[in-house]
Structure formats: structure tokens, C-alpha cells
């Protein structure tokens, strides 16, 4: 059997030194200040072609961007996430192109959308982040009118970025040529592998690689990878496959269903195999894809010039409940010893108010915002995840990254073991309670004798009217029926206390009263004969929530209502039917991430 080979070179990331001092948490980094190696290359250009005389692009395919903030929606924000890495004012969406070079980690992502490029962060540590000036602009025919999702291959060496551009009109990409909007594929490469951040990337002169038979299906290319005969290959959102064997010249060789993400199998999660009897293991995971889920089977390589053999053994698990509303088009990378994926957090369709703040029409792609607070950055990526598998259930765990512990400031709360029944404070709350909107909380409970509902409560408040509103993230737990190796409880939040918009794409901003209760749902939550504890972890980041269950087993983006950001605060752990065992439960404040911003504004993502 073929094993295949994704090639993602350096070191582990330094680890961090904390220092509690009687004021704060402060976070001393271990590395020198992030500085270039290179000079910072202007901005894009207005028009890829010459404009003209007016000032406007040719064909006025080319959306002239502004590198700066200013006049954007992000001078505006009131609120956004602190400790989600993203865009400092653009409109942004997919995780594009994660990779770990030489002791750092770069996160490219959809910039300036729409119409967008390729904007860029880096970091070493998942706390200090330069943000750097766009590396891919639309400046060339075959990209004129946008670059769009891509990937990170090394090759011997080397980063290559495989993109999508949006080609302006040429009648050679017949038929959709005559009218622009024909997808092509085409590399680029660091200007100067000494630069440890890969300011500057240019695109080599026999670009593009793929014009034939592209339409919007041929978007996503996945990080290519090379069978033991030498053979790149990647595939498109479409699942087409393109062969290489110098990484210049590529073809279609085939279909091997959708898959935007495709990579062997990870390591095992911590202590998951205990002598329980596991399945036979599958090789490699397909991943992404519209709906956001990720499949299990077994990849052999096949015959050369070809799409190679897949057989699937488990399929359409979501990597993230919420997707594709609130989480989308993750991508991931291997940093030498673990997988790592990110995903696109989208947030205004959901809970927040719909306008633009101008009164326009909402796009789904710049600020929402709340009545009373003011706009809000509803789009950023995801917490980093660490994807692990578990061989008893043959699933795959999705966990925020150690490193982001480094974050922890103040202690807002703690309980020890005790029996729980109803609430009980973990973090006061009422008018003079404390703000967790950002905020770590995990809870974990023993194993209840009986059926019973168990979890957190956070962001709650009492109305004038003496009605009360809060979020419940909850483990609904029943007892294991027939003794079984495993068997099923279920996980889910409830903000049915609260109102929300109801959503119309396109729609003018929704009136007052027309609003319906937020979101209460639960989804299975797998559990194991070995289990002892039921785990809750939250992440707050001011606009929106990510759950993790059972070490990662349900994650769960889930975006917060209005009612909950400007009113509520405090958190509190519960168990409704019976009382429960607490084992542990505790609150941390968080810090926002220390961002580098690089480069003069003019040229910032």
C-alpha cells in the first residue's frame, strides 16, 4: 500500500514563560520582535491592466481596493474578537494556505472580500502575530478580478501557494473567456526564503499552470502530496485531480469525489485507546467540502498519472456543528507532529442584528451589529485545532491548541468537588457581576448514576420585567442501556431565551418586531465504556461562542444574541434532573492576541 508523503518541514514552536505578577498575567515571549527581512512591496495596484484615462479599470472587472482601514467598516467597530486571529478592518472569509516553515506558522485567508485576495498572518507561539502586508494581489490577467481559496505545498524546499485566480476577459479561455470570470490555477513562491515571515511572493513567469475546462467548481486546491514514485497531486472542490512531476506542468487525471482537504490519518488522541477493542484503522481523511465535513477510508496511490484508489469507511461527519452556517471551509496543515486545522467563523447571519450600520442591505461579509452597541466584525477564523482520532469510535476530535493557554489572565472563578444541584456561581453576575464575553470556562463532572442534564450557564441577566435570559451549554447524559462498548448521550447549547433576527439574504434590515426565539439544539455525543468524567469546555470571544465536548469530540460554533453581549455576564454550572458530582470548574479571563502590524497602514492587510 502507497503511503503518501505531505511535505511540511521545521521545528516546533518555542514554549511560552508566564509571569503572575500582583497586578496581571503578563506574556513574556521567548522570541525577538517581528521584524522584515525585506522591504514592504507597495500596495496592490488599482487596475491589473493600465486604467483608464478616468481612473477606472478596463472592462470594469477589476474592484479597485483600499489597503487601508480608512473608510472601511473596521473604523467603525465597536466590538470584535481579541484572541481570533484576522483581517484589522476588511471584509474576510476562508482560512486559506496554513503552513509551518521554519519555526513559524502562516495563516493566509480571504482578504478584502469581495472581490478578494490573499491576506497574511504569522506567528510562532499563537499569541504574538504579524500581521503582513497582502501576499497575493489580483494583479495579474489570469487573476484580475480575484484570487481565491488556496493551499500551501513544500516543495523541495520551498513554499508554493497553489491558487485560484478569476481571470479577466482573454477569448483564448473560451467560452468563458469572451466575458471574464474563467477560474485558472497558477504558484506562487516567497520572494526571499531568508525573510523568516515570506513577506514579499511573486509569481513565476510560467503561470498560469491550469486554464483548460475551469469554472467556479475548480476553486479550493488542496495541499498537493507525492506518492512514492514522485508524483504531485492535488485536488479542487470539485474532488478533479491534477498530477505534476515538477510541480510546473499540471493535468486533470480524474475525479475522486468532494474534498477540498486531504491528508493521512492523524495520531490518536491522548489516552483514547485503553485496552478497549478498536476497529480497524482507516489511512486518510477527506475533509471540507460545502457542507463542512469530513469523511474516514483508506487512499492507495495506484497507477501513475491517475486519481489514485479511495475507499470510505465512515462518511458526512461534521467537522464543526455549527457549519455551514456559523463555520466553514476549514483548512488544515501538519506542523511536524500534529494536524491543525482552521476554519472561517461567520456570525452575522445568525444572531446579530442584519444592517450595515449605513443603512444598506447586509452582504454577510462586513459588520453586523447590535441596537445600543453599534457595529460589530462578524467574520474572522477560527480558534487553531488540534485534530486527533479516537480508534474506539472511530471519529475524529477537533481541540483548541495547547498554546492558547498562554492567554489565561485573571481568575475570574473557581469551584472544587462538590455535589451540584440546580445552579451553583461559578462567576457572579447581576448589575455589579463580571463581564465573561471574554473568556475561557471548563467544567467536568463525574460520571451521574442517572439520567440527568449537566453543564453551563453564562452571559445570563433579569429583565425589567423580571424575566431571565442566559446560555445554556449543556451534556444531556442517560445511563449506557445494554452495557455496551459505547453509546450515545447528547450535547447541546439553548439561547431559546433570548430573540433573534429572522434572516432574509438580500433582505433590507429586519424590523424590531421581526424577531423569533434564538437557537436551542442538541446533536449525539458519543460516549465510552472507559469514560469517567462529562467534560464542557468554552471559548468566548465577545461576538460568538466555540464548544468542545468530551475533549473535542462535538465541537460547536455557536454565535451569541445581541441580549447576551451588551447585558449578560457571570457563569454558573448546573445539573437539572438530579444532583451531580462536580469535579472541577474554572473561569479565566483572556487576552487578545499581540498583534505586530507590519508595514505602513497603507499596505496592511
Not at 486559506?96 to 507561539?125: I, K, W
Not at 524546499?157 to 470570470?181: D, F, H, M, Q
Not at 476549514?330 to 486545522?341: A, F, P, Q, T
Not at 445570563?460 to 462498548?485: C, E, L, M, Q, W
Request: with cysteine; charged share 15%; aromatic share 10%.
Amino acid at each position: 500500500m502507497g503511503q503518501l508523503r505531505l511535505q511540511s518541514l521545521g521545528r516546533r514552536a518555542g514554549q511560552q514563560r508566564l509571569v503572575v505578577t500582583s497586578l496581571a498575567l503578563q506574556i513574556l515571549s521567548p522570541f525577538p520582535p517581528l521584524t522584515l527581512a525585506t522591504p514592504v512591496p507597495p500596495p496592490g495596484p488599482k487596475c491589473a491592466l493600465n486604467a483608464n484615462p478616468d481612473g477606472s479599470c478596463p472592462n470594469g472587472a477589476l474592484y479597485v481596493h483600499n489597503a487601508s482601514c480608512v473608510g472601511e467598516a473596521g473604523a467603525d467597530w465597536v466590538i470584535k474578537p481579541n484572541y481570533h486571529p484576522g483581517s484589522a478592518c476588511h471584509g474576510e472569509n476562508d482560512p486559506n494556505g496554513p503552513m509551518f516553515y521554519n519555526g513559524v506558522y502562516h495563516l493566509f485567508f480571504q482578504d478584502h472580500v469581495p472581490m478578494q485576495v490573499g491576506g497574511h498572518l504569522a506567528t510562532r507561539d499563537f499569541v504574538h502575530w504579524a500581521r503582513l502586508p497582502i501576499a497575493l494581489w489580483n494583479d495579474r490577467w489570469y487573476d484580475q478580478e480575484a484570487v481565491w481559496t488556496f493551499s500551501a505545498t513544500i516543495v523541495d524546499g520551498t513554499p508554493n501557494l497553489v491558487y485560484p485566480g478569476i481571470a479577466g476577459k482573454n477569448t483564448s479561455l473560451s467560452p468563458c473567456g469572451k466575458s471574464g470570470g474563467c477560474f485558472t490555477h497558477s504558484i506562487a513562491v516567497p520572494a526571499n526564503l531568508s525573510d523568516p515571515f515570506l513577506t514579499d511572493w511573486t509569481k513565476p513567469d510560467f503561470n498560469p499552470t491550469l486554464t483548460n475546462h475551469m469554472s467556479i467548481e475548480s476553486r479550493d486546491p488542496s495541499t498537493a502530496w507525492q506518492t512514492p514514485d514522485g508524483e504531485w497531486r492535488y485536488m479542487d472542490a470539485a474532488a478533479d485531480i491534477y498530477s505534476s512531476w515538477d510541480f510546473r506542468s499540471f493535468r486533470n487525471v480524474g475525479n475522486l469525489e468532494d474534498c477540498p482537504d486531504f491528508f493521512p490519518l492523524p495520531p490518536d488522541c491522548p489516552g483514547c485507546n485503553s485496552g478497549e477493542l478498536a476497529a480497524a484503522r482507516p489511512t486518510h481523511v477527506r475533509s471540507g467540502g460545502f457542507g463542512g465535513v469530513y469523511a474516514l477510508g483508506n487512499y492507495t496511490h495506484g497507477l501513475a498519472n491517475t486519481t489514485g484508489n479511495w475507499t470510505a469507511i465512515l462518511e458526512g461527519v461534521l467537522i464543526d456543528l455549527g457549519g455551514p452556517a456559523s463555520f466553514y471551509a476549514s483548512k488544515s496543515m501538519w506542523d511536524g507532529h500534529r494536524r491543525i486545522v482552521w476554519g472561517w467563523v461567520k456570525m452575522g447571519e445568525q444572531a446579530l442584528e442584519v444592517y450595515d450600520g449605513k443603512g444598506g442591505e447586509y452582504t454577510g461579509f462586513h459588520a453586523g451589529g447590535c441596537p445600543g452597541i453599534g457595529l460589530a466584525m462578524t467574520n474572522t477564523n477560527s480558534l487553531p485545532r488540534e485534530v486527533t482520532f479516537d480508534p474506539i469510535l472511530q471519529r475524529l476530535n477537533y481541540f483548541p491548541v495547547s498554546e492558547l493557554s498562554a492567554l489565561r489572565g485573571t481568575v475570574l472563578g473557581s469551584l472544587k468537588p462538590q455535589s451540584v444541584a440546580n445552579h451553583t456561581t461559578l462567576v457572579g453576575g447581576g448589575s455589579s457581576g463580571v463581564s465573561v464575553r471574554q473568556s475561557e470556562l471548563r467544567a467536568s463532572f463525574a460520571m451521574p448514576s442517572s439520567a440527568t442534564r449537566i453543564g453551563i450557564q453564562l452571559l445570563s441577566g433579569t429583565r425589567s420585567d423580571g424575566t431571565s435570559f442566559g446560555t445554556r451549554v449543556f451534556i444531556d447524559f442517560a445511563p449506557n442501556p445494554n452495557k455496551s462498548a459505547t453509546w450515545e448521550a447528547k450535547a447541546g447549547f439553548d439561547e431559546g431565551s433570548m430573540e433573534c433576527p429572522t434572516y432574509c439574504k438580500g433582505c433590507p434590515p429586519p424590523a424590531p418586531t421581526n424577531r423569533t426565539a434564538c437557537p436551542v439544539a442538541t446533536a449525539p455525543l458519543l460516549l465510552k465504556q472507559s469514560d469517567s468524567a462529562l467534560d464542557i469546555a468554552v471559548w468566548v470571544d465577545n461576538l460568538f461562542l466555540e464548544l468542545f465536548f468530551m475533549g473535542g469530540r462535538v465541537a460547536w460554533t455557536v454565535p451569541l444574541p445581541c441580549e447576551a453581549i451588551g447585558d449578560g455576564s457571570g457563569a454558573s454550572v448546573f445539573s437539572l434532573d438530579d444532583p451531580s458530582e462536580l469535579l472541577s470548574a474554572s473561569a479565566w479571563s483572556m487576552q487578545p492576541i499581540v498583534y505586530d502590524d507590519s508595514g505602513s497602514v497603507d499596505n496592511r492587510t
